[in-house]
């Protein structure tokens, strides 16, 4: 057998997912990812995927905007959404949901000018109804789920969405494993980004396997693109708004 750069997919679950761990571990986890997806890119490949929408989809510019983000931990990735929103003077209602009620509470305690609507909720059980939200993203959040889950969190994203899904999440890569602990092993000593976060690569997916996820929801036409930290993109554009 031939080696490969992309190992085969894992479905260890990771510690972050268990219940009843210590609330200050957690925090202080959901305060590393906050500088992961400012320093490894997941912030500016979101960035770009929403100028994307902005400039490609018919608005009436006395609309909001409405955005919901699933898995929005605690919070940053909407807010900067929100906050790139405002620069462009673009009326916007940007929402987060989480199950995790220490996610939850960070993201409530942000001052007046970065607070957003967050949600404490299911993403397979979406509580919203059919196409009444614009734009529905998952950031480093469908990698938790997989098999007829993962069908699931991407159908109930694609309910929700009146016009595009977006799920960034990671290319399933060797390289991007051994950096992330080498990253991880410099700039935190929090152990459960330490144990997940190179796991969260083995549960990452391949381009082809995001393909063949948004095939299964003909109402859309599917993208997948490429972005430079081994980032996948999976775009879905509804081809009938409602």
Known sequence: MLWSWTPVR?????????PGLPESEVAEAYQVLRRVNRQLGNLRSLNRE??????????????PVSILDVGSGSGDLPQALRARLERQQVPNHVLGLDRDPTAVALA????????IDIIQGD???????????????AVKFAHHFHAEALTRLLAEMARVAGRRVIVL??????LAYWGFIAWSRLLTRNRLVRYDGPLSVLRGFTADELTNLGHRLPAFTWTVRTYAGFQLALVGRRITSR
């Open 108 to 115: 409530g305690h942000q001052s007046p000018t970065q607070a």
């Open 169 to 174: 999440d990671i290319q399933r890569h060797w």
């Open 50 to 63: 929403l100028q994307r929408f902005l400039d490609e989809e018919p608005r009436d510019g006395q609309v």
């Open 123 to 137: 993403a397979l059980r979406l509580p919203f109804a059919d196409g009444s939200i614009d734009l529905v993203t």
């Open 10 to 18: 894992s479905f260890e679950p990771e510690l972050m997912d268990a």
